[in-house]
């Protein structure tokens, strides 16, 4: 399962039934869980913690040092959770000690080809990259989100579960869950419907939250007044409550 020319460190931790291709390198400190399949070309260094199932294809680049200028060669580390995609030319960076010190992406991911995670990102899972998505330092992607191809998101932006972003859409602020963005602009184009219909929503849930989405979007609140409505509307649906923790915690401020 181990091709030849694949060079892995003697203090890597490789799982069970793992397949390393032609002239990919596995590094020091990098734990590979079982059923990996690494293809060929691929570098993958530590200290990287990767789970079960991951499969990294040809060129990309795993846990490798950040591009920030203040990272000094610290020791930093990169946490993947299971059954992740990697397809060709991706690259994930570890952590700054200017954060926690990690980067972490959770599990059942798909990041498409040339894709970016920066240093100190949380990805959370059934996430979706497309190509030549670049997702810059710090930033936080909440589960089921999908960033359109070649979206670009702002260093310590947040974009909440069930986020769609179109193509080439340029993140600048916080986007929030259940929220479809378009343009260089980020103009909010109502709520992602057809993808929370995908994941078993009813169509109760989902008139509710594009009321949510009216409150927030279409009132005329200030963000505290919208927060302030979306809380009675919560005890009705649950779902809303995911919407007043994001917007209570927006730091950069939402799309609008």
Do not use: W
């Not at 959770?106 to 920066?118: D, E, I, Q, R, Y």
């Not at 998101?153 to 916080?174: E, M, N, P, S």
């Not at 949510?212 to 809380?231: F, G, H, Q, S």
């Amino acid at each position: 399962m181990i091709h030849s020319t694949a060079v892995i460190s003697p203090n890597a931790k490789i799982g069970n039934n793992v397949s390393v291709g032609p002239f990919s390198i596995i590094g020091d400190d990098v734990v590979l869980g079982d059923d990996c399949r690494v293809e060929s070309h691929v570098v993958i260094k530590g200290p990287s913690r990767i789970g079960r199932g991951n499969h990294f294809y040809q060129f990309t680049s795993i846990g490798e040092d950040c591009q920030d200028k203040k990272y000094a060669g610290e020791r930093t580390e990169l946490i993947v959770g299971d059954n992740n995609i990697f397809r060709e030319g991706v690259t994930v960076h570890r952590g700054t000690v200017q954060d926690e010190g990690i980067t972490r992406i959770g599990s059942n991911n798909l990041l498409m080809v040339n894709a970016h995670v920066a240093h100190d990102c949380v990805i959370g899972d059934n996430t979706i990259l497309a190509n030549n998505v670049a997702v810059a330092g710090h930033v936080e992607i909440g589960d089921y989100a999908i960033l359109g191809g070649t979206t670009a998101v702002h260093q310590f932006c947040k974009i909440g579960a069930h986020a769609f972003t179109g193509g080439g859409a340029i993140i600048l602020r916080d986007v929030p869950p259940y929220v479809m963005v378009s343009g260089t602009k980020h103009i909010p184009q109502g709520i992602n419907s057809e993808g929370l219909k995908r994941r078993g929503f009813g169509k109760e849930t989902i008139m509710a939250i594009k009321r949510a989405y009216k409150v927030i979007y279409r009132d005329n609140n200030t963000l505290e007044e919208a927060i302030k409505k979306l809380t009675e509307m919560a005890d009705e649906c649950p779902e809303i409550g995911m919407l007043i923790t994001f917007l209570a915690g927006a730091e950069r401020g939402i799309v609008r």
